[in-house]
C-alpha cells in the first residue's frame, strides 16, 4: 500500500533538488528543462511504487539526472519493472519524440494506446507517431483506425479530427476529407477559420463538390502579424565559427504549452542579422493560429544540422515572452549569456 505522506516528502525533495539541478538549464533551454523535471518527477512516483520502501529513493537507487537522456534512461527503468503506467508511456513518448527517436516515440505511444483503447488522447498521439516514424510521413490503415476510435470516444477531439482529414486527404478520399474538417469550422474563428475553410473547399474541388457558402461572421480581425529581429550575441559570434550549412529557425509557442511551434521559419546563417514576420501562414497546424492567441513565445535557434527538432549541439536564444498584438519588433540574440 502506497505510503502518501511519505509519497508527498519524496517529491517534495525531488522538488528541491531538481530546483538547484535545473537553474542553469531554465534560462537557455526552458523546454529541456521542463522536459528533465517531468520525467524525474514521474519517475520517482512510479519507482516507489514499484519498490514501495523510502529505501527505493537511497543515492543508490534514485540519482536525479544530469541531461535529458539520462531522465528519459531512469523513466525507462521504471517502466520495464511496471509496465501498466500510461501516462510513463506517454511522458516518454513525448521525450522520445523531442529527441528525434521517432520509431522510439510511435513504440511508446503504441503502449500508452494499448492501455487506455478508449482515451482520445493516448490514441491520436499514437497515430500522430506513427505518421512522423514513417518514412513518407504518411498515416497508415492502423493510424486511421485509431484516429476514428478517437473521435468515436471523443467526437470534438479537434487533433483526431484533424489527422483523420488529413489520412483522407493523403488516401485520395476528398470528399470524405471535407466532410471530416467541416465540423471544426464551427469551434474555430478569424483567420483560423478562414485558413481551415480554405483547405475544406481544396478538397472539395478535389472531390467535385461546390465550395462552402462564404461564413456570414468572417472575420477581418488582426492576424496577430510578429516582427522578430535576430542576431548573434557579439560575444558569441567573436568565439565561433558558423557553417555556411547552418540555419536558424524562429519560433513562436504557447507559454507552458506543447512543445509543437504555433508558428516557425526557417533562414540561412548568412542571412544574420534579420527581421522575421510571423504570421497565421506560418503554423505548421491549421487549427492553432497565432491569430487565436493572446501571449507567446519566442526563441530562436542556430541549428547546425538544419533539423527543425532539437539537436545536440544547437544554440538558443533566451525565451521572450510576448502579449499579442505586439507593436514593436521583439529582439532575440543567440548565444547571450
Known sequence: ???????AV?????????????????????????????????????LYRIVG???????????????????????????????????????????????????????????????????????TEAAQSRALAAPDRRFDAEAVAMLQAALKASPDHQRARWFLGVAQRQAGDNAAAAAT??????????????????????????????PLAPSASAATADTGALQVKVALDPGFAARVRLDGNAHVF??????GGPPMPVAVERHGVADLP??????????????????????VELVARLSASGNAMKQDGDVESAPVSVVLPAKDPVTLRIGAP
Do not use: C, H
Open 1 to 7: 500500500m502506497v505510503n502518501i505522506g511519505f509519497l
Open 274 to 295: 534579420f527581421t522575421a514576420t510571423l504570421d497565421d501562414a506560418d503554423s505548421p497546424m491549421p487549427t492553432l493560429k497565432l491569430s487565436q492567441l493572446r501571449e
Open 181 to 210: 474538417w467541416e465540423p471544426l469550422l464551427g469551434a474555430l474563428q478569424g483567420g483560423t477559420a478562414d485558413t481551415l475553410r480554405s483547405e475544406v473547399n481544396a478538397a472539395r474541388a478535389a472531390a467535385g463538390l461546390a
Open 250 to 255: 524562429v519560433i513562436a509557442r504557447q507559454p
Open 53 to 123: 520502501t523510502p529505501d527505493a529513493l537511497n543515492p543508490a537507487a534514485l540519482r536525479a539526472p544530469e541531461t535529458i537522456g539520462e531522465a528519459i534512461a531512469q523513466l525507462e527503468r521504471s517502466l520495464a519493472r511496471d509496465p501498466g503506467q500510461k501516462e510513463g508511456w506517454m511522458l516518454l513518448g513525448m521525450a522520445y519524440q523531442r529527441q528525434g527517436e521517432l520509431a522510439k516515440s510511435r513504440d511508446a505511444y503504441a503502449r500508452a494506446a494499448r492501455l487506455a483503447p478508449a482515451d482520445p488522447d493516448a490514441l
Open 10 to 46: 519524496a517529491l517534495a525533495l525531488a522538488l528541491a533538488v531538481l530546483a538547484v539541478l535545473l537553474r542553469p538549464l531554465w534560462r537557455e533551454a526552458r523546454g529541456v528543462g521542463l522536459a528533465i523535471g517531468a520525467l524525474v518527477l514521474v519517475s520517482t512516483g512510479l
